[in-house]
């Protein structure tokens, strides 16, 4: 396989992985989406300008674009990825006594409406506390689709996390997430990033229980009621 294969192959397997279509995809980096799927059938010669608004639109860096990891190019955000309603996928714990709101999201979000219902939830138990009083622990390690491979963000929630953490950072002392993969956590930067919290939050993945570990440490915890190693 040559570079421009092996390059639109991995746009196509990260654009798939994000739900989006090609011409989403064509939205959000500016391009035509003829360009895009010449990119992604390897026909393309690309240059850095363009490959850098690709990044920008799958939001992860130019260097991530090159890395080794891969994934099915199965298009995410179908219909049999929400037969489990999304109250039943999201859990929450507050532990009082140490200050840390753990939250865990299994599967996708559905939509605009369930990172509301998740913000309704989240903010409403924060607003006891005051400003930089609470340490939150996020679990995004099972956000997977109905294939069984793991998923990111999709644009439209994007913008709903964006808003959602630009009103968590007020009570945020420090926010950890567990990711299902690197791309989660580049696409986690850019939130953070765009939202104000970038200072505040840090996006681990590595080996399940060594990324669990180091959580806990950073808390100085031993262990948490909703949150533990998978298996």
Known sequence: MDI???????????????GMSQEMLAY??????????????????LSLVNIEKIAAALRVSI??????????????????DF????????????????????????????????????????????????RDELNILVDHRNMKAADGE???????????????????TIYSKKVIALCNSEFMVQQLNHVSTTSGIRDKALHLFEKDKAMVDKAYSL????????IKTLG
């Open 4 to 18: 421009r294969s092996e390059f639109g192959q991995i746009v196509r397997e990260l654009r798939a992985r994000s």
């Open 28 to 45: 959000h980096s500016g391009l035509d989406r003829t360009y895009i799927s010449g990119v992604e059938r390897g026909e393309r010669n």
């Open 63 to 80: 260097q991530y674009l090159f890395s080794s990891e891969r994934f099915s190019c199965n298009l995410a955000y179908q219909p049999s």
């Open 83 to 130: 037969t489990v309603p999304f109250k039943e996928r999201f859990s929450y714990h507050l532990d009082h006594d140490k200050k840390i709101l753990a939250f865990q999201v299994n599967g996708l979000f559905g939509g605009k409406q369930d990172v509301d219902y998740l913000t309704s939830t989240i903010l409403g138990i924060c607003s006891a506390y005051g």
């Open 150 to 168: 793991v998923v990111v963000y999709s644009p439209e929630i994007i913008e709903a996390a964006v808003e959602f953490q630009q009103k968590l």
């Open 219 to 226: 808390f100085d915890i031993h262990g948490n009621e909703l």
